[in-house]
């Protein structure tokens, strides 16, 4: 039931056609395989780099209870939403790596005037002419590989991991995604194995890098491209790191409340104050009863009576009200809605979520046979501190 998300320390574009410029500053990142001249192919791609801070990913590991990170009941997800894409085939795929070699991001942005050299490019790491700065092209190690075509390009463009240089670690920490030409082009990558590569320690953390898998392809009529929002987008897209563990308890001691189980139901949540810092993790309980609750005979009102949700059908997710879209999908391992001796619960951490934006929440959970989704303006706002 719990979701962490992470934005970027540091992303860039690399392009073939320019080995010295640097991007860092661009609100895009790009995976593109281009042909410059029509009438004369000249076939060049560009990759992107994205790297998220140690300090970052570590303190969603200090959240993570030790028997459910060593259980392996967690997953991390590169989440990068489409900007635009353009010349796509039938099916176009994109390839994911762990960088082998640490990078600078640098300030400069695409076909600046002069053009701006200070961080990674095609042919440098960190920036142009330093020494011994240029990415690796010969003499790789263990697992290490690059990737270029010195007909169309100068040598470099990158190195990467291909597995594990561990014997001692064998997931694998290569990944991919198939897009069709009608289907949804946003990245949504599972990368949990390269993130126990990091920890454990295999390799350093240097990062991601981002590629079509088909590149310098001589043809004129192969020319996807594929561009995504950056760390400096001024959309509410950013690329972020989620990271997801299983959270669940359903342990209610000696509460006599009990298990909802007819429609209509009607339920309310406490504990949302409305507003909250980026910061904040905040638990809000639930509320729920029937609509229209058995006349018995009693001494307070059958309307105070609280009950649980059933436990492990019931889920929680979270919207963007002004784009409709989901920032936190129903997730049947990791929105799952706990319950103690008080209420029915779930945990959200507010850091995940873009500040000065609402958000709605949605509950959905199986009554009486039917699967049942609550949208009943339960709102609040995440504030700038």
């Known amino acids: 039931m719990a979701v962490y998300k992470i934005f970027p320390e540091k992303d860039a574009t ?21 042909v410059f001249a029509y009438s004369d192919p000249n076939p060049q791609t560009s990759r992107f780099l994205i790297k998220f801070s140690e300090e970052d990913i570590a303190q969603a590991f200090d959240l993570i209870p030790d028997n459910v990170y060593n259980s392996g009941s967690w997953k991390a997800n590169l989440q990068c939403y489409i900007a635009t894409s353009t010349g796509m085939n039938a099916t176009t795929t994109l390839e994911c790596y762990p960088v082998s070699g640490s990078w ?38 263990n697992c290490v590989t690059a990737s270029y075509n010195v007909s169309y390009s100068f040598a470099g463009g990158g190195t990467w991991y291909t597995g594990s240089p561990s014997s001692s670690f064998t997931g694998s920490v290569t990944q991919s995604v198939e897009f ?4 949804s082009k946003d990245i949504n990558l599972d990368v949990t194995n390269t993130l126990k590569a990091w920890f454990t320690p295999v390799f350093a953390n240097n990062g991601f890098i981002l590629k079509q898998e088909d590149e310098f392809i001589d043809n004129k009529n192969i020319q996807p491209e594929l561009k995504y929002f950056s760390r400096d987008t001024h959309t509410i ?14 342990s209610t001691g000696s509460s006599k409340q009990t298990v909802l189980n007819t429609t209509p139901a009607t339920l309310t949540l406490a504990q949302n104050p409305g507003t909250f810092y980026p910061e904040s993790i905040n638990r809000f309980r639930i509320n729920a009863r029937p609509e229209y609750p058995l006349q018995i005979w009693e001494t307070s009102s059958v309307y105070l009576n609280n009950y649980y949700l059933p436990s492990g059908s019931s889920l929680y997710a979270i919207k963007d009200l ?19 001796a008080t209420s029915s619960y779930f945990d959200v951490y507010m850091n995940g979520l873009e500040p000065e934006r609402y958000y709605a929440i949605l509950i959905q959970t199986n009554l009486n046979g039917s699967k049942i989704i609550f949208d009943d303006q339960y709102y609040f706002k995440v504030i700038n501190g």
């Open 237 to 250: 897209y950013p690329p972020a790191l989620q990271i997801s563990w299983l959270d669940f308890s359903f």
């Open 322 to 340: 002004d784009t409709n879209e989901y920032v936190i999908d129903f997730d049947s391992q990791y929105t799952q809605i706990s319950a103690d």
């Open 104 to 141: 600078d991001m640098g300030t400069g942005r695409y076909l600046d005037v002069p053009s701006v050299t200070n961080g990674v490019s095609w042919i440098w790491q960190k920036f142009s002419g330093s020494v011994n700065g240029q990415w690796k092209t010969t003499s790789f190690g």
């Open 180 to 183: 069709s030409f009608y289907g």
């Open 14 to 34: 690399i392009y073939s056609l320019f080995p010295n410029m640097n991007t860092g500053m661009d609100e895009i990142v790009e995976a593109t395989e281009t």
